[in-house]
């Protein structure tokens, strides 16, 4: 038996999806689409529950960032496949036609509303954490209401950064969001543990000042930047502390402020 016949049918369950795309990136980053629900409504930016069934044919679900935006006719997810993970460990092996879970019902923090006025949104992500902002930087939204957009993304490997690279590529000729976006997004992408032309931590590139040189704009402040991180836990915990170094205090829906935060996952990492 081949593992993708171990994919138990969910068909018959309420909140049943269908796959229609799967992309597997590195042998530890997947991304794929799913027919969306007519009824279901989101903010750029959102999480919801999705997974199968379990062995005892049980939902076996997991938070999941919509990585496209709003508008979009179907839903797109960006994953990790941790080896023995009781979700990721079958969920890498979904095929176009498969079905999975979806609770329609998003919440989350890294909303656009969450944020104070401001002229200069940054988006700082590590891993996975990415997945928010592949929607947010879809949203026609972001550049409705910021004047610059900056999308910094950390991996430990090049192979890593591929998902959003290409997404910061196609955005371009975007028929829908193209125009808008022109040149208000400027992507900083930086391995850590590779060559590459940009390398380092985020806290590390902010703190230095390096990524301000080298994309050739002015130092972070509290009255024109905002920002939203989505990461590890101590990524999180730390560039919080940079965030607030520049005088950044966190928001949320219900008292907006200059940045928000949202877990990648929870735990230390595989
Ligand atoms: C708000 C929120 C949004 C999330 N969005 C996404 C998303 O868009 N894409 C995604 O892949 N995951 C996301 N996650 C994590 C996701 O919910 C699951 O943990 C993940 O799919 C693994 O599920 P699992 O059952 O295989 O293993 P789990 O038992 O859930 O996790 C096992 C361990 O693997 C590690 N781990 C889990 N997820 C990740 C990850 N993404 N990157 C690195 N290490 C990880 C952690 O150490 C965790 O303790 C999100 C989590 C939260 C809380
Ligand atoms: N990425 C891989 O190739 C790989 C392969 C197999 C297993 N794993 C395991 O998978 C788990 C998750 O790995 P991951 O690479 O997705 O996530 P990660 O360990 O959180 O690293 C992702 C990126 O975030 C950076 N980072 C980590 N902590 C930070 C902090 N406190 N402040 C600023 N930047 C920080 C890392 O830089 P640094 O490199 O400087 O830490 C790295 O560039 C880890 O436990 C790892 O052991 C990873």
Redesign the pocket.
């Given at each position: 038996m081949t593992e993708t016949a171990t994919i138990p049918p969910v068909k018959h369950l309420p909140d049943a999806q269908t796959v229609t795309s799967v992309r597997h990136w590195t042998d530890r980053?997947f991304s794929f689409r799913v027919t969306r629900p007519q009824t279901l409504r989101f903010r750029s930016g959102e999480?919801v529950m999705i997974g199968l069934l379990d062995d005892k044919n049980k939902p076996?679900l997991?938070?999941?960032?919509?990585?496209s935006p709003a508008w979009d006719e179907e839903l797109e997810?960006?994953?990790?496949?941790?080896p023995?993970?009781?979700?990721?460990?079958r969920?890498q092996h979904i095929e176009v036609g498969d079905e999975i879970i979806l609770r329609p019902k998003p919440v989350?923090t890294l909303v656009i509303d969450a944020l104070l006025p401001g002229k200069r949104v940054w988006f700082l992500a590590t891993?996975?954490?990415i997945?928010?902002f592949a929607s947010l930087m879809r949203e026609p939204e972001t550049y409705e209401k910021f004047e610059e957009v900056v999308m910094m993304h950390t991996c430990r490997t090049v192979e890593e950064l591929e998902y959003g690279r290409q997404l910061v590529e196609s955005l371009k000729d975007d028929p829908l969001i193209g125009e808008l976006v022109g040149d208000k997004l400027k992507y900083y992408p930086t391995a850590t543990r590779e060559e590459f032309h940009h390398r380092g931590r985020i806290t590390d590139n902010l703190m230095s000042g390096k990524v301000f040189e080298d994309l050739g704009i002015a130092p972070m402040d509290a009255e024109h930047d905002r920002a939203m991180v989505?990461g590890?836990l101590a990524f999180n915990k730390d560039v919080m502390e940079v965030l607030e170094h520049f005088g950044l205090r966190e928001g949320a829906n219900s008292e907006p402020r200059e940045y928000v935060v949202?877990?990648?996952?929870?735990?230390?990492?595989?």
């Amino acid at each position: 038996m081949t593992e993708t016949a171990t994919i138990p049918p969910v068909k018959h369950l309420p909140d049943a999806q269908t796959v229609t795309s799967v992309r597997h990136w590195t042998d530890r980053l997947f991304s794929f689409r799913v027919t969306r629900p007519q009824t279901l409504r989101f903010r750029s930016g959102e999480f919801v529950m999705i997974g199968l069934l379990d062995d005892k044919n049980k939902p076996l679900l997991r938070a999941y960032s919509i990585a496209s935006p709003a508008w979009d006719e179907e839903l797109e997810f960006y994953s990790i496949k941790v080896p023995d993970g009781p979700l990721t460990s079958r969920l890498q092996h979904i095929e176009v036609g498969d079905e999975i879970i979806l609770r329609p019902k998003p919440v989350g923090t890294l909303v656009i509303d969450a944020l104070l006025p401001g002229k200069r949104v940054w988006f700082l992500a590590t891993g996975t954490g990415i997945a928010p902002f592949a929607s947010l930087m879809r949203e026609p939204e972001t550049y409705e209401k910021f004047e610059e957009v900056v999308m910094m993304h950390t991996c430990r490997t090049v192979e890593e950064l591929e998902y959003g690279r290409q997404l910061v590529e196609s955005l371009k000729d975007d028929p829908l969001i193209g125009e808008l976006v022109g040149d208000k997004l400027k992507y900083y992408p930086t391995a850590t543990r590779e060559e590459f032309h940009h390398r380092g931590r985020i806290t590390d590139n902010l703190m230095s000042g390096k990524v301000f040189e080298d994309l050739g704009i002015a130092p972070m402040d509290a009255e024109h930047d905002r920002a939203m991180v989505c990461g590890s836990l101590a990524f999180n915990k730390d560039v919080m502390e940079v965030l607030e170094h520049f005088g950044l205090r966190e928001g949320a829906n219900s008292e907006p402020r200059e940045y928000v935060v949202e877990k990648a996952f929870v735990g230390e990492g595989i």
